[in-house]
């Protein structure tokens, strides 16, 4: 596990903590953090030891200077940008470290650099292929196990909470959203397709999705997946990722293109439009029971004001002015339409019929199964980092163009 992975690992388990801490007091507030002090000690190494004084020490130092604030006082949308932009910026380390260490490889060099395993989160096939192997063979994938438990994960984190990862998580979402400011810099306005032509366009992340599920499902066949897993393409697939981009032929450059092109054009293009795992995120999240719901009753609609903030701020363009409870496959969870609103969670709010999830609680269990979970399998289970030798990964480098099968 590299530095960048622990570290942002460990902010995840303090966030936790310190969520513990405020949330709950007394015996039950100090059992929960007892608990999560012993699964820490069996998950933790040397490394993640380190990882835990960094992240403590700065805490703390902070603390001293400017003390931490109450995390209920803090509005969704500040907790939501702090978020994301933490998250891009070790996104960000991740791919220079990653870049070196490829760059290092292909110089014959022995990389001073570990491989950051977490790379394989953006490898959908290999992660599909490795969570079928594992639940229906007891096979795990030695090369890319993040991959798998990725996939695992996302899919968990669907269930519970729809697609809250693509609004508090995702680092695409974030690069999208300033192609889009740019964009709307150079040339002002707010662009929108015709419902037929957003229908046209929504439907290309379910057909991508349906492309990727065909190779995980039907593709590879059960008694292969064994020798799959060992072939030099499987091995190879985060540089084969790494080379469709900054190797551009002329179908991966006309892709890159169109991406480019929907996610400047138009607000949340990419999510909206093109990307597999938001759209498998909201097929999973119609099971959720957590939804965005409006209290007609608490509502300014029924005191006979036209109020419709709530749409209007909605990046995902729902009409939540007029639903009970949003269930449509494009809302994210980025309660900007609870923020929207006059009367805030008096009359629009997150959660269950019966039961209110705060944003601070909603970052809380995105941290417990998005950062947490994979710590835990990495400790427990010695599910995240890849075991391909180093010569084996300098000897597929250098087969990369020829690796298409």
Request: net charge positive.
């Amino acid at each position: 596990m590299s530095v960048i992975e622990a570290i942002t690992m460990v902010a995840g388990m303090v966030y936790l903590v310190l969520l513990a801490w405020q949330v709950r007091t007394g015996w039950p507030g100090r059992l929960a953090l007892g608990l999560l002090g012993l699964v820490w000690l069996l998950a933790a190494d040397s490394l993640l030891w380190l990882a835990l004084g960094t992240v403590t020490a700065v805490l703390a130092l902070r603390h001293q200077r400017r003390p931490l604030p109450v995390f209920g006082a803090i509005d969704s949308q500040q907790l939501r940008a702090g978020t994301r932009h933490l998250l891009l910026l070790c996104w960000g380390l991740v791919t220079v470290q990653y870049s070196l260490h490829i760059w290092q490889l292909g110089q014959g060099m022995s990389p001073w650099l570990v491989r950051p395993d977490v790379v394989d989160a953006f490898l959908p096939i290999a992660g599909g292929l490795g969570l079928r192997a594992w639940f229906a063979q007891g096979l795990v994938d030695p090369h890319h196990p993040a991959a798998t438990v990725t996939v695992l994960v996302l899919s968990l984190l669907a269930l519970l909470l729809g697609r809250a990862f693509c609004a508090w998580f995702c680092p695409l979402g974030l690069v999208g959203e300033w192609l889009y400011g740019l964009r709307h810099r150079l040339l002002p306005g707010e662009w929108s397709p015709p419902r037929w032509l957003d229908l046209a366009l929504r439907t290309q992340k379910f057909l991508v999705l349906g492309f990727l599920l065909f190779i995980i499902l039907l593709a590879v066949p059960a008694a292969a997946l064994p020798g799959y897993f060992t072939s030099p393409y499987h091995q190879a697939a985060d540089m084969k990722m790494g080379a469709f981009f900054f190797n551009l032929t002329l179908i991966s450059g006309l892709c890159l293109g169109w991406v480019l092109l929907l996610t400047a054009t138009f607000r949340q293009g990419f999510c909206r439009y093109l990307c597999p795992y938001g759209a498998w995120l909201a097929l999973l999240g119609l099971l959720t029971p957590l939804r965005i719901r409006r209290d007609p009753a608490r509502c300014l609609r029924s005191q006979g004001h036209g109020c419709d903030k709530c749409s209007r701020a909605c990046p995902s363009r729902i009409a939540v002015h007029q639903l009970i409870a949003v269930r449509s496959l494009e809302c994210t969870g980025c309660l900007i339409c609870v923020a929207a609103c006059p009367k805030r969670a008096d009359a629009l709010h997150l959660g269950t019929q019966g039961q209110r999830l705060a944003p601070r609680q909603l970052l809380g269990l995105l941290c417990l199964l998005l950062l947490v979970l994979p710590l835990l399998s990495y400790g427990l289970l010695d599910l995240w980092v890849s075991q391909t030798p180093i010569p084996d990964r300098y000897e597929l480098l250098q087969r990369l163009p020829w690796l298409t099968h």
